[in-house]
Structure formats: structure tokens, C-alpha cells
Nanobody, 116 residues
Framework: QVQLVESGGGLVQPGGSLRLSCVAS????????MGWHRQNPGNQRELVAQ???????NYSDAVKGRFTISRDNAKNTMYLQMNSLEPEDTAVYYC??????????WGKGTLVTVST
């Protein structure tokens, strides 16, 4: 069992920045995939960014060039630096840990609201 705790969400104006953190109870260097996803009410959860084993990074087209995913293996923590935020980025952001066996663990999410 892997527990994930997200933090760093909040209210920010358009054009602003936030940094999300995800602390894992297990070694994130042992994960097959570490990722950030987001979801709005009525919509499906969507991929924002992920780091695959070996270091390959993927971003959704919606955030490419504005968001940066990173991790600190020593702290078992993953980050999402979000710049140039837009109202469309408003969502609950979830941390995901996928094992090599294909098991997914999710955090409870942190709310990001981009509004004036």
C-alpha cells in the first residue's frame, strides 16, 4: 500500500504560479510511473504530466511549456511547477503512483483555482 499526500493548491490569479508537492510513503524511485492528473466535476480525470521509469517525461498538450514535473527521490517527493496559469487549469490535481505490477495508487487531491 502506498499513501500519497498532495499539497500546494490554492487560489491564484490568471498568469500566476503555484508549485504542487506529492509526498509518497514508498520509494518513488521504485515506481514505474509517477504522475499528476487533474479532474473537474463532470469530466474525466486527465493526465497532466508524468515521469516514467528511466526518466522519460510526458506532458499533455494543454500544459506543455507552462508546467514542469520533477521529483526528489531522496525525499520521496514529486513536484509540479505550474506557471502562466489559466482559468482552464482550475481542477483538483491528483498524484498517481503506478507500480511495475500495474497497480495504481492515488492521493486525495489538492484544489487549484485560477480566477480573478
Amino acid at each position: 500500500q502506498v499513501q500519497l499526500v498532495e499539497s500546494g493548491g490554492g487560489l491564484v490569479q490568471p498568469g500566476g504560479s503555484l508549485r504542487l508537492s506529492c509526498v509518497a510513503s514508498a520509494s518513488i524511485s521504485s515506481a514505474y510511473i509517477m504522475g499528476w492528473h487533474r479532474q473537474n466535476p463532470g469530466n474525466q480525470r486527465e493526465l497532466v504530466a508524468q515521469i516514467l521509469a528511466g526518466g522519460r517525461i510526458n506532458y499533455s498538450d494543454a500544459v506543455k511549456g507552462r508546467f514542469t514535473i520533477s521529483r526528489d527521490n531522496a525525499k520521496n517527493t514529486m513536484y509540479l511547477q505550474m506557471n502562466s496559469l489559466e482559468p482552464e487549469d482550475t481542477a483538483v490535481y491528483y498524484c498517481r503512483y503506478r507500480t511495475y505490477a500495474g497497480i495504481d495508487y492515488w492521493g486525495k487531491g489538492t484544489l487549484v483555482t485560477v480566477s480573478t
